[in-house]
């Protein structure tokens, strides 16, 4: 049997994804194991907001009971530079998965990539905030050898960002991009204005997003549409659009202007009822005209426009007949012609969220494997 290469995982942030993604890692290192040649993963660090639990010989944790160290951990709560100190003093490859929606660690990337330690996240915040960390992101992966990944910053576990990267790489001209990238929005609309007709207010149907965990505690982070933005930041830059953030471009919210300055969710959601006749006014005209409301990204790639709003379909355009919280993603390319190559399925949610997280783990092993 030949002797396991030895790859060191740390992971950050063990809320919803990061539960979800514990019991993944725990298949992919059991699966690793009995491979020929063997990868032995292993985890030497779990962290939270305020607890964290490590290995100081390197040995490795157990990712089965370790949310249950990490609970009961008295040990103290080190700076990030000093756990990047532990980090880098691997005796081998480190890859630290960030599952966090943190920018402040989302801006300590390049720091970690020039050192070697690279980097696996579906944290959108810092992929989609200046220009300059994007940049830095990636140029810190190319002066430390090191590996960035961050497929479920966009669509969770659906292969949106490596499908798009290889459209480009094998040379074809993304033209457009068009789609529902948010569950939230996409759950509101489909209950909101459904096709055939129907649909409850505006404000009822919030309340059951909210109700069903379809939401943010507070839903007017979804209703703001900053969460769309952030994906089509993403994208955008992905086609090579040199987009500065995401307030950059246009973001219909949605949050009434008289409703924006609540002191708190619960006081939205009180008075949001008076006034569902805004939406109830948009929804008629585009019933008149036999269309539903969606809400929607766009890129047009020509002229640049980015954009994220309320756009009208009709019923049997593949948008319109979304159901549920699913997400749709639309490529326009030259070789796809007039039908864009299509993209469709849950776009949130812990567990398909973490099967992106775990997918990258692999491409980063993969690629560490031949280093």
Known sequence: MADA?????A??????VGKAFLPQFAHLQKRLDSQQPPVDLRLILARKSNKQVLTERYN???????????????K??????????????????????????????????????????????????AFS??????????????QGGSHVFHEATVGAGLPVLSTLKELIETGDEVTKIEGVFSGTMSFLFNAFMPVGGGGGKFSAEVKKAKDLGYTEP???DDLNGLDVARKLTILARLVGLQIESPTSFPVQSLIPSALESCSSGDEFMEKLPNHDDEMEKIKDGAAKEGKVLRFVGSIDVASKAVKVGLEKFDSDHPIAALKGSDNIINFYTKRYGSNPLIIQGAGAGG????????????????LLQGQ
């Open 5 to 9: 290469q030895r790859i060191y995982i």
């Open 11 to 16: 992971i950050v942030g063990v809320g919803g």
């Open 60 to 74: 490795g944790l157990d990712p089965n009971s370790v949310l249950d160290t990490l609970n009961e951990s008295k």
């Open 76 to 125: 103290p709560y080190l700076d990030f530079d000093e756990i990047l100190g532990f980090l880098e003093s691997a005796p081998g490859k480190v890859v630290l998965v960030d599952n966090t929606a943190d920018l402040g660690l989302g801006k300590q990337y390049p720091k970690c990539l020039k050192r070697g330690i690279s980097v696996v996240t579906p944290n959108k915040k």
């Open 129 to 142: 905030d200046t220009w300059k960390l994007w940049e830095s992101i990636f140029d810190a992966a190319a």
């Open 218 to 220: 507070d839903p007017r």
């Open 351 to 366: 567990d398909v969220t973490a099967m992106g997280v775990t997918g990258d783990l692999i491409k980063v092993i993969r």
